[in-house]
């Protein structure tokens, strides 16, 4: 009987040594606040029912970055950046003669968990939603196609061929957007290499009307690179 207390009172000793260390790293932790400014390349496509054969296209991204350090291991991510997405089309198996591709500009602002694990060098997850505002379209058609288009839409204003070079409807886009990378910190601020990718569930295009024309789903994805530098305000 005299051992079995003995052994309690030593566990509950060092349960309460462990709980006021734990307590004292948690009292030691002081939040932290990084503004940050970023750019990398970005290949999109859009995801269209019925479908178009693609090539991914390139084009260009980067912004400024908001990190909020709340507690260990976790924090809130918030951007504005300016985006280049779209879609570039694929003739080599129709008509090789044909070039068309699409540049739509974006201002995008997404608000994600961010998840990190390690000290100087640290594994970095970024995940949540994301808004965006169309704020330019740049079309790129050639004339062999452009005369085709006009040759066929002459014959029938409602023939599916010219949907997608339409204007597009919905200049606002919303999604999901995930990110794995890492943070290297350093004595003049931290720099995070990160790889993205966007799940648009917004369509380009409308979708509401019946007509065969139209097309059921026009959603944006792309894979984006990222290298952020980010300086401590407090």
Known sequence: MRYNIKWLILTLCMLSTALVIEAQQIEKFKPQFMIGVGAGPLFSSVDFAPKILQTLNQGLSGGVSLKYISEKHLGLLTELNFTQRGWKEDFTETNPEHSYSRTLSYLEMPLMTHIYFGN?????????????????????????????????LTRDPNYPIGVQYKTI????D?????GLGMEFNTAIGSFDLEGRYYFGLGD???????????????SNRYFAGKLTYYFKVL
């Open 120 to 152: 100087k060098v640290r594994f970095i997850l970024n995940i949540g939603p994301q808004i965006s505002f169309m704020i330019s379209d740049d079309a790129t058609m050639n004339d062999a196609l452009a005369d085709y288009v006009e040759d066929i």
């Open 169 to 172: 409807d919905n200049r606002f």
């Open 174 to 178: 919303y999604g999901l957007v995930g």
């Open 204 to 218: 380009s295009f409308d979708n509401s009307r019946s007509s065969v024309s139209n097309f059921s789903r026009s």
